[in-house]
């Protein structure tokens, strides 16, 4: 198999050429950079470099501020979710309200006649 797909992205998708390695959809929707930033063919380092530790640490808070920036958009869309659901409820409340009024006003009309 390593010799049919010799080239291995960072992602540790196997590749037949360099080419397809370098432009791994994998890594372009998954890896902390976004793209691939290594490949190897074997052991050996044919593209890019291995990402320092400040790199790593970069990617790392970009995540974190990623994540939390999704779970507020969530939570947000959880409270709106929430607060639809109350005003439909309040609206049916006042309909049946009124629809009450209504066959009480009707029965106070046929009542006096």
């Known amino acids: 198999m390593t010799i049919k797909y010799p080239f291995e992205c960072a992602c540790g998708e196997r590749f037949k050429t360099l ?23 074997g052991d050996e380092i044919v593209y890019g470099a291995e990402l320092t530790e400040e790199e790593e640490e970069r990617h790392d808070a970009q995540n974190e501020k990623e994540a939390r920036l999704m779970d507020a958009y969530f939570e947000s869309l959880e409270k709106e ?13 006042v309909q049946e309200l009124e629809l009450k009024e209504d066959h009480q006003w009707a029965i106070q ?5």
């Open 109 to 113: 009309d046929r009542l006096s006649v």
């Open 81 to 93: 979710q929430v607060e639809q659901e109350k005003a439909e409820l309040e609206f049916k409340r």
């Open 19 to 41: 080419n397809s390695a370098i432009h791994c959809k994998k890594c372009r929707n998954y890896s902390i950079s976004r793209s691939c930033h290594v490949v190897y063919c």
